[in-house]
């Protein structure tokens, strides 16, 4: 564990060295293409940084936070886009920016943020609902193997919200930004393309906009047609996020890719795809327009992520005891709380 420990802030040691020449030096560069050749030594080296760590819990963070979003953010930054543009006014705060999952909020001069009293009440419940779907799976040799399965995406789904929520606390503390919160409550998502686009990792959703959604769109147009031009670009856009749950499993395996990420979530782009002609096309299905009763319509797209997550997405995750691994660190790490704390 110790040993593990100083590998992991020799890792990040090295992506903040880095960035702070992405700051000083690159930064200074024109932006466009000899900018972006100055990046790529660094973006390179953050896609090999995660292959020096074994703990499951820093592979993912590492993976997830450099390799794909400082990454994403650095290729938008060579063009002066993206949240590193224009370059914050200090370093810290741009090192945040590029490797944290925080996006800043734009108030108007005469707004004031506001802090929820019961979005942080509904993230306690979350993490309560975590730590006990956590412990369910230490008593899973004394329930059904599927319920203990099932169980698996639903405690992701939370688990995924409150780590972000914890890594969104360093820089409102010690910098007071205002963030834009990374989930919108995605289990109440009544289509696909509300799951996707608007309430789940907002973060993921937002750079993979701007870096490839965003310029596919015009090329779209001048082969489709501008009431179609979204159609591919969604496409590409999912199949590219599949690319980086490829590189994630890699990360955490070792193993060449299954494509079971990508084929998941290329199947979620065509079936938004499919939602969002049938939107157009304004459907009939017996008689009346393509639309359920919210309710309904959030139970079947919940059905349909947990199913499809569990079958397609998790399975080389459960097929290779990568859940398994997470589940011994957590039980580390609660010990080791427990002997800090001298709770028995």
């Known amino acids: 564990m110790e040993e593990e420990l100083k590998s992991f802030v020799k890792v990040w040691v090295l992506a903040i060295t880095s960035l702070c020449y992405s700051y000083y030096i690159a930064a200074k560069i024109p932006k466009g293409f000899l900018r972006l ?18 703990s499951h819990s820093y592979i993912l963070a590492t993976s997830i936070f450099l ?11 060579s063009f002066d886009h993206g949240p590193l543009s224009p ?17 800043i909020k734009r108030y ?5 943020p506001q802090t929820s009293f019961l979005g942080t009440i509904i993230l306690a419940i979350k993490v309560a609902i975590t ?29 995924t919200e ?19 919160p990374q989930f919108n409550e995605p ?38 047609g501008d009431r179609w031009k979204s159609l591919p670009a969604i496409l590409v856009t999912f199949f590219v996020s599949g690319l980086m749950h490829e ?28 939602e969002i002609v049938m939107k157009k096309k304004k459907v009939i299905l017996i008689g009346r327009k393509w639309q359920f009763l919210n309710v309904i319509s959030r139970l079947l797209v919940l059905g349909f992520l947990l199913v499809t997550a569990r079958c397609i997405l998790f399975a080389p995750w459960l097929r290779n005891g990568i859940y398994e691994k997470a589940y011994i660190e957590y039980s580390m790490a609660i010990n080791f709380a427990k002997g800090v704390l001298h709770i028995h």
């Not at 108007?108 to 004031?112: F, M, N, R, S, V």
């Open 37 to 54: 050749l100055s990046l790529l030594p660094v973006i390179s080296l953050f896609l090999f940084l995660p292959m020096n760590l074994s």
């Open 67 to 77: 390799s794909w979003y400082a990454n994403f953010k650095l290729l938008l930054f």
């Open 87 to 103: 370059p914050p006014p200090q370093l810290l705060h741009f090192i945040s920016i590029a490797s944290l999952p925080i996006k």
């Open 108 to 112: 108007p001069p005469q707004d004031k």
């Open 131 to 159: 730590i006990m779907l956590f412990e369910a799976y230490n008593y899973g040799k004394h329930l059904n193997t599927n319920i203990v399965l099932a169980l698996f995406p639903i405690q992701f789904f939370f688990e």
């Open 162 to 180: 409150c780590l972000y929520a914890v890594f969104q606390i360093p820089p409102k503390f010690f910098f007071g930004f205002e963030l834009e």
């Open 187 to 224: 289990l109440l998502a009544n289509s696909l393309q509300d799951f996707w686009g608007r309430r789940w990792n907002l973060m993921s959703s937002d750079v993979l906009r701007q870096l490839i959604y965003n310029p596919l769109r015009p090329i779209s147009k001048r082969i489709i």
């Open 247 to 274: 590189l994630i499993y890699y990360h955490l395996t070792h193993l060449p890719p299954t494509w079971e990420a990508t084929c998941f979530l290329v199947m979620h782009g065509i079936c938004v795809d499919v």
